[in-house]
């Protein structure tokens, strides 16, 4: 096994959750993360999970003296890289901030990939890129565009990858475009941990259950949907963790073939895949849900729409099933014990 994976962004969400099923799947890891938006306590628990101590290196993907330092101390098989700022909000007061971060970054990350001859990434895009679809489910090949500079910032990623990979055949790149990522890891030592009050549905339905905050605001019940209320792909973090491991063993597999064979119908290039479920819930499905497996009350009230927001949105997951082999298998139901598990154990997240 081509084993030694550098992950950026490791000790976030996401990234916590993938590192444990990476080393679950065999595969040494390296972390690198400036912790702008996390904090070592995190990299503790996932130790602690995995029984041995994480590789943890404290820096920024902008940081090119430092990522060339830890290239040339290890031979890296793969960059997964999650590394980056996500809150849509702040990119619009902020936007110089997260074009330089998420786009400058990234092309800092993949030059110094160059120089080291590391050319294979999983990259963390997002459903945010197909902006407002014009048909559901949304595949792989539908229309992108994107309406804040967070969005922007993902797309802008993907364009760089793909031109990447049409200058020189040995990049393999995959982008992956998560759906809507909630729920923790069963142990209940490891979730999301949002900075003050979250701006996503799950966190602030936990927080309420919890009775951190008063009451949900459900933003519209005049969509045309199943109830009025906005509809997603929710996708369990533990599953959206598989889904790297997935991409990895396909990138092995489609490399190997191809220095066997020589052959370019192995080479992997831009490819771009959907993490989904293919399931759509709506927020009124999904606060009973929680109440029913938490027990506690979930008091909402509706407000008007959110800017931005779209009525729904949900992946088609053929995709990743046909190439990867892999699939979405915990339900909503898992998604709300899980969440509700993680708040109750750590009401103030890591702090
Ligand atoms: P997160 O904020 O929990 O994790 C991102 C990590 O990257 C943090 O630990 C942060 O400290 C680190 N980071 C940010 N900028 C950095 C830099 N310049 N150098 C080094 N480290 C840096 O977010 P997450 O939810 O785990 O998301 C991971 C990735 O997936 C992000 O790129 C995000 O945009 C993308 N994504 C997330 C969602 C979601 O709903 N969570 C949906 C779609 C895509
Ligand atoms: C948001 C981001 C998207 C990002 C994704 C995952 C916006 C416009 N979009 O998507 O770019 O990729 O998070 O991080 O911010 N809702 C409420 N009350 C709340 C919070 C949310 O009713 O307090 C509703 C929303 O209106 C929406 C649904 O819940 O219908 C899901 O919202 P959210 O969790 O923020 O995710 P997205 O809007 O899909």
């Known amino acids: 096994m081509k084993n030694k994976i550098l992950v950026t962004g490791g000790a976030g969400y996401i990234g916590t959750h993938t590192c444990i099923a990476l080393h679950e799947a065999g595969y040494e890891i390296v972390v690198y993360d400036n912790l702008s938006n996390s904090s070592r306590e995190a990299i503790n628990r996932v130790s602690n999970l995995i029984g041995q101590p994480i590789e943890f290196i404290e820096g920024d993907i902008r940081d ?65 890129v197909y902006g407002d679809p014009e048909t559901l489910p949304i595949d792989e090949n539908s229309k992108r565009s994107c309406t804040n500079p967070y969005g922007q910032s993902k797309l802008a990623v993907e364009h760089i990858l793909e031109d990447l990979a049409v200058s020189d055949d040995s990049w393999n790149l995959i982008p992956l475009r998560y759906f809507n990522p909630v729920g923790a890891h069963l142990s209940g030592q490891i979730g999301e941990d949002p900075n003050d009050i979250p701006n996503n549905l799950m966190p602030y339905i936990s927080q309420v259950a919890v009775g951190k905050l008063n009451k949900l605001n459900i933003f519209g019940n005049d969509y045309p949907t199943v109830d009025g209320t906005g509809v997603r792909d929710f996708i369990h973090v533990t599953d959206l963790a598989q889904g790297h491991v997935a991409a990895l063993n396909y990138l092995e597999q489609k490399i190997s073939l191809n220095e066997y064979k020589n052959d370019q119908e192995y080479s992997v290039g831009f490819l771009p895949i959907n993490l989904g479920t293919g399931k759509g819930t709506s927020v009124l499905e999904l606060i009973s849900t929680f109440s029913k497996v938490s027990g506690q009350a979930v008091p909402y009230q509706f407000a008007s729409r959110r800017a931005g927001d779209i009525a729904s949105c949900y ?20 998604m709300c014990q899980d969440s509700w598990r993680w708040q109750r154990q750590s009401p103030n997240g890591y702090k």
């Open 315 to 334: 992946a088609s997951a053929d995709k990743a099933k046909e190439l990867l082999g892999w699939e979405a298998k915990l339900s909503i139901i898992d």
């Open 64 to 128: 090119a003296e430092l990522l060339k330092k830890v290239f040339a101390a290890h031979d890296f098989f793969s960059v997964i890289h999650f590394a980056g700022l996500k809150a849509v909000g702040e990119s619009v007061a902020k936007p110089l901030l997260y074009y330089n971060n998420n786009v400058s970054g990234t092309i800092t990350l993949l030059q110094v990939m160059a120089e080291y001859d590391v050319k294979n990434l999983v990259f963390s895009s997002s459903a945010t």
